[in-house]
Nanobody, 126 residues
């Protein structure tokens, strides 16, 4: 079982930056990929970025490439999402997700993830 807790959301202006964190609570250090998804009001949840256990295979949605960077610190069991040059269309609830232990490869489909955080709101004003 993996419990995930996100933090770092808030209200910012267009062009600003935010850094989201997601801390995993698990008794094991079994390698697992983690990712970020987001859901805007009235829209379906969409993939943002994901990273493998080793941190060497990050992937990101085209809409955030060059602006968002995902990273992880396995010693702290935490992943981060550095969001720069934020736009109003980035406004959404951002969810952290983890795949099951021993699944170290990042994926873009939310059905590939087994554990989810409660979400953190990011609001970008124009």
């Amino acid at each position: 079982q993996v419990q995930l807790v996100e933090s770092g959301g808030g209200l910012v202006q267009a062009g600003d930056s935010l850094r989201l964190s997601c801390a995993a609570s698990t008794r094991t250090s079994s390698n697992y990929a983690m990712g970020w998804f987001r859901q805007a009001t009235g829209k379906e949840r969409e993939f943002v970025a994901a990273i493998g256990w080793s941190g060497s295979t990050p992937i990101a949605a085209d809409s955030v490439k060059g602006r968002f960077t995902i990273s992880r610190n396995n010693a702290k069991k935490t992943i981060y999402l550095q969001m720069n040059s934020l736009k109003p269309e980035d406004t959404a609830v951002y969810y952290c997700a983890a795949r099951a232990p021993m699944r170290p490869t990042p994926r873009v489909r939310d059905s590939e993830y087994d554990f989810w955080g409660q979400g953190t709101q990011v609001t970008v004003s124009a």
